[in-house]
């Protein structure tokens, strides 16, 4: 293909901050990526895009895919590109899964460990790809921005660093996993690679494309319409590549998947990405009605918590002494089910072991932390799907399906999950649902674990670095900063401005009953930040010297509201109150359309014997035997909703936004382009 | 007087070791140390109210020093000094009154008051003050009379036990010092009684079917609330537990052992709970002059919850917590911090700090108070009643001198 083709799609942006819009070819020839600023209306007549106005945070807004898209090699929306590079550069140690899970660990944690340094290794070898990658695309730095969409398409990858190496002499024809054989000036190594690889890229590409037409969805009426013509063009290309195997021509600015051409089953691929996009695309309203999330479970009605009982395999108590205000949510008496789900190990059929062991550590809370569960779960469920087969007489998509439910189910009664959990799991199960019908079940399963790393990679390690990278411009030296409990992504920020040598100091706010801030005093103090740690009543006391205020989120939600560990409205209220600003960070894979106004209609119950008992204080012990008290209960509260009013900032992998722009997000950007 | 001597030194030891738990055990010991003081000291025959004065105030001295965050010393010892004044002055002016100037005791208020037993003119103020009668027009004109009236009446109808033979110039040193200390005693009584008096008052605030937010432990709030509840009102009762001392726990389980409904919940949960409670109760360390509140640590996330939801935010504060002084940078002047051992167990962290280096130091911040500014304060409820909080300076005024503000003998601080 003539660069001059591609030429108004590689628009490209010198300057990190503000992103591309559009997309790239990997072959994009670097001086090219100098040209100019990014304008979205030249952006090819597939792509374009809802122009990137957002003045607040600089966002980049992937076009949606098109066939022609796995060719190219795609740029991510929510990475600046030098940090990307880097990032991945250094991501390779692994350390940054580490993050998640906080240093002192239960034995019964082995197994996390145990998954993170798995993860880590799997982790490793993905970065280093990358990170060659981005060495070579150094010169350019865009194309480094310009990350392939799925990191498993090793061919397309190398090809890129090839390309850049070579200084734009690779821009022909991008590698494409679809077909071996139409790869023009591609080494033979590449070659090889890429027929090792072929099996799980070319699943996952069927799928990209198809969420890509997706992320179009939520648009005004001109991007449904567009969606609707895209729809269409791909079903002609899909018949057109079943009837001639080349439709190389390619006369439209939207590389015909067609240049891809040949084998059969890039064939049947075409085919199915095209049904696909217009299930995909055509009935918006229908879908979206669909997506609405189904109530959540209101535990005061009798009848259905009776059915639910039933159902379930985690035998629970209920809890004495329930408090009026809470009904609605489950409470159960803790540590009676713990040894008798553990004696049941071994012979729990419905459940696989790995699955199995999350929910224990859920249970006992050996995991906790909105990424560490989230990602426990996730590689839990890779685990599973690895050694998922397909009953006779079923179909995957089905069967994968529910059995992921049942393993939802589990989790959820082992611990409620949380916002970013149910996310990441509608993402999953959204990528069941788009599986080709003709793939294989070993590709399936391949390019569903490839997604969930993903899922992981993108959303949650790599936004965590974005996060810092943004964050940390907002410390300063000579700035006390206050934290509360213990946030991953809080820690990755402070520690990595100790990195840069700012001089400030923490004061770490914690509180009862779980005291998780002592865990980040701790990893802070052997860092050698200097710290303050006080409980939550003091805060006020504190909050005279601090100039910044750094909060974690389990969510954010779609009217600004932080729902998050509960105290951090108290933070927040008082911080405004002191007018000091309070910073919130979180991903966004954790935003939510949901909207909540109290802490009480939705929320989660802890323990309550862990209020009774003081931890370390033996001489409070005047609620021993609490439960056989009449008139006492105890309150666990687990999370409280933060009024966006008292947050200055949220700082998320699409930039540095206001509580009022998190809707812009969750809407603009589509859920499946937030989720990945 | 070694053994008064002897006794000052040991509640100084105390207080500095901080061995007295609340402000109100403290302000009755430090107010019964007072009246032993003011027995034991020797009074010349002229000028015998200066004499006390300095006596009291060179204790007074040294009882502050020994704990200037606990208020309520330096609050019982000014008002001692307002009593020795106040009865010197109505010595006084009966002495005059003695002396020739007939008054006419024909007042109706003479006749009945008659009939209980008038002891001097602050008591008959503190009683006045006690019945909530309002500042009327009337009283005001009385003052003067009354004041005049109350010695004449008792030494002319001779109904008073004999106490006051005021017109004797040879008793009059024992008589001050007499009155002094019945006043003193009668202040004693006020502060052990203050409690069912603000309790009194309960039932007018509390309605059926409230729910009620407190946090930490007061007996004034535990009484207030059990009286309401002895009343047949049924409410609820959410206690956050009061980090770091967890005194939150010992009430809820009085609550609950009296009948309550009582829930405990966090202290990081106020704000989750706040939107759905009717009114917050909490007891308070001191009241300043301003009408801001030294309060224990954390009500200052309370009462801006509070206000966030409009909830009202009341302080029950018996008499001797009301504090002539006013507050400046109160966070750190009024405050104290204890023991980091209550946060984190001695040598939790030695492991990862000690590094040569120096780097990453860690404090431990353990305030004991917070301030409440008086904007957050929608009422405080004393034994006189309830009031607002820009009302609090007037409500001081009768308690103390103008004159007492200032405590030590050199013109510094007070406390």
């Known amino acids: 293909m003539d660069p001059s083709r591609r030429a108004p799609r590689s628009a490209i942006d010198p300057v ?69 590079a880097e990032s991945l550069a250094a991501g390779g140690g692994g350390s940054s899964f580490g993050d998640f899970f906080p240093a002192p660990m239960s034995p019964a944690t082995q197994a996390s460990s145990s998954y993170s340094s798995r993860m880590a290794a ?280 529910a059995k992921i439910g049942s393993y939802v189910s589990f989790l959820n009664e082992c611990r409620p999950i949380s916002i970013s959990m149910g996310n990441a799991i509608r993402f999953l199960k959204s990528r069941i649902a788009k599986l080709p019908l003709t793939v294989s079940e070993s590709e399936a399963k391949v390019s569903l674990q490839s997604d969930i790393e993903r899922f992981i990679s993108e959303k949650i390690i790599l936004a965590n670095k974005v996060i810092v990278k943004h964050a940390v411009t907002k410390i300063r030296d000579g700035d ?30 914690d509180s009862r009953p779980k005291l998780r801030g002592q865990i980040l005093l701790r990893r802070l103090l052997e860092k050698g930040l200097n710290c303050e740690y006080t409980h939550i009543n003091a805060v006020s006391y504190i909050m005279h010297e601090v100039t910044r205020v750094f909060l974690g989120a389990s969510s954010v939600l779609s009217n600004g509201t932080v729902y998050s560990r509960v105290g951090t409205a108290c933070v927040a209220m008082v911080a405004h109150e002191f007018r000091v600003p309070v910073i919130v960070c979180c991903e966004a894979y954790k935003f939510h359309e949901r909207v909540q106004l109290d802490s009480i209609c939705s929320n989660e ?39 966006s009013d008292y947050v200055s900032m949220i700082v998320t992998d699409y930039g540095m936004v206001p509580p009022t722009s998190v809707p812009v997000i969750v809407r603009e950007y589509g859920r499946e382009q937030v989720w990945i | 007087m070694p053994d008064v001597q002897a006794l000052v030194n040991d509640f100084v030891n105390q207080l500095k070791k901080r061995k007295i738990e609340g402000s109100q055990a403290t302000a009755k010991q430090t107010a019964e140390l007072l009246r032993s003081v003011i027995s034991q000291q020797r009074v010349p025959h002229t000028n015998q109210a200066a004499a006390l004065i300095n006596a009291v105030r060179a204790v007074g001295e040294q009882l502050i020093a020994a704990n200037p965050v606990e208020l309520a010393v330096g609050n019982i010892v000014r008002r001692t000094l307002h009593i020795i ?162 005194q939150g726990h010992l009430l809820a389980k009085d609550l609950a052992a009296r009948g309550l409904q009582t829930t405990v919940i966090t202290d990081s949960a106020v704000f989750a709970m706040i939107s759905r409670v009717n009114m917050v109760i909490v007891g308070a360390h001191a009241v300043m002059a301003n009408g801001g509140v030294i309060a224990p640590v954390g009500l200052n996330m309370v009462a801006l919850a509070a206000q966030r939801h409009a909830v009202p935010f009341v302080i029950l504060a018996g008499s001797h917590k009301l504090c002539p002084l006013y507050p400046h940078n109160p966070e750190v002047l009024l405050n104290e911090l204890r023991s980091p051992s209550e946060l984190l167990d001695f040598g939790e962290f030695s492991d990862c700090m000690d590094s040569a ?52 003998g050199r013109p510094t601080t007070g406390s």
């Open chain 2, 357 to 408: 280096s120096g780097a990453g130091s860690l404090h431990i911040v353990n305030p004991t108070f917070d301030y409440v500014p008086p904007k957050l304060v929608s009422l405080f409820i004393t034994d006189t009643g309830g009031h607002n909080p820009s009302y609090m300076y007037r409500l001081i005024a009768d308690y103390y001198s103008a004159d007492d503000l200032v405590v030590k």
């Open chain 1, 605 to 643: 119950l802890g323990d309550p014997d862990i209020i009774s008992n003081v931890r370390g204080r033996e001489g409070v012990n005047y609620l021993d035997g609490w439960a056989n008290v009449e008139n006492l209960q105890l309150l666990n509260l687990i999370y409280d909703a933060t009024p």
């Open chain 1, 480 to 509: 006390v900063l206050l934290t509360y409990g213990s946030s991953s992504a809080v820690e990755m920020i402070l520690l990595h401005a100790h990195e840069l040598g700012k001089q400030f100091r923490v004061v770490v706010v």
């Open chain 1, 16 to 84: 990190p901050k503000f992103r591309q819009v559009g997309f790239f070819t990997p072959g994009a020839p670097p001086e090219r990526s100098q040209s100019g600023p990014p304008d979205p209306t030249h952006s090819p007549p597939v792509s374009d895009v809802s122009p990137s106005a957002n003045s607040l945070s600089p966002v980049m807004i992937p076009p949606p895919r098109h066939l022609s898209d796995n060719l190219a090699i795609h740029a991510r929306p929510t990475l600046a590109s030098p940090l990307r």
């Open chain 1, 122 to 401: 799997g982790e490793g070898s993905f970065f280093d790809r990358h990170g060659v990658r981005g060495d070579k695309g150094n010169n350019n730095g865009k194309v480094a921005s310009s990350f392939p969409r799925g990191g498993f398409d090793l061919t397309a990858m190398k090809k890129v660093s090839g390309g850049g190496g070579g200084g734009g002499s690779g821009a022909g024809v991008p590698a494409s996993e679809l077909t071996t054989v139409s790869v023009v000036n591609d080494s033979l190594a590449i070659h090889e690679k890429e027929k090792a690889n072929r099996g799980g890229g070319s699943a996952v590409e069927a799928k990209d494309q198809s969420t890509g037409s997706k992320q179009q969805k939520p648009k005004t009426t001109k991007a449904e319409r567009r969606a609707l013509q895209e729809s269409q063009r791909a079903a002609k290309a899909a018949a057109k590549a079943e009837g001639n195997k080349a439709s190389g021509t390619a006369t439209s600015a939207n590389a015909k998947p067609a240049k891809a051409v040949k084998p059969t089953p890039k064939v049947d691929n075409a085919a199915v990405a095209a049904s696909e996009k217009k299930g995909g695309d055509c009935p918006p309203e229908k879908d979206r009605k669909k997506d609405v999330p189904q109530p959540r479970m209101q535990y005061d009605d009798k009848s259905r918590v009776e059915k639910a009982k039933r159902r379930a395999m985690v035998k629970q108590t209920e809890a004495r002494n329930r408090v009026e205000l809470f009904r609605h949510l489950p409470q159960y008496e803790h540590g009676s089910q713990l040894p008798d789900l553990e004696s049941k190990f071994f012979h729990l059929d419905p459940v696989h072991p790995t699955v199995y062991k999350v929910g224990l550590q859920y249970l006992s809370g050996d995991i906790c932390g909105a990424n560490a569960r989230c990602i426990a779960m996730l590689q839990a469920f890779q685990e599973a799907i690895k050694d998922y087969r397909v009953p006779p007489e079923k179909t995957l998509v089905r069967d994968l399906t």
């Open chain 2, 85 to 246: 004044r106040e009865e010197d002055l109505s010595l006084a002016t009966a002495a005059m009154a003695g002396l020739g100037l007939s008054v006419a005791s024909d007042d109706e208020d003479d006749m009945e008051r008659s009939d209980h037993p008038v002891l001097s003119a602050a008591a008959v103020a503190a009683a006045a003050r006690s019945t909530l009668r309002p500042p009327s027009l009337q009283t005001l004109l009385e003052d003067m009379p009354d004041s005049a009236a109350v010695p004449h009446t008792s030494s002319s109808g001779g109904d008073s036990e004999g106490k006051s033979r005021s017109v004797d110039k040879g008793s009059r040193g024992r008589k001050l010092k007499h009155d002094v200390i019945e006043a003193v005693n009668e202040l004693i009584q006020d502060i052990s009684t203050c409690y069912e008096q603000i309790a009194e008052q309960a039932v007018e605030h509390i309605h059926q079917n409230e729910v009620i937010l407190t946090l930490g432990s007061s007996k004034t709030v535990l009484e207030f609330l059990c009286a309401a509840k002895d009343k047949k009102r049924s409410f609820k009762v959410f206690v956050a537990e009061g980090a770091p001392r967890y």
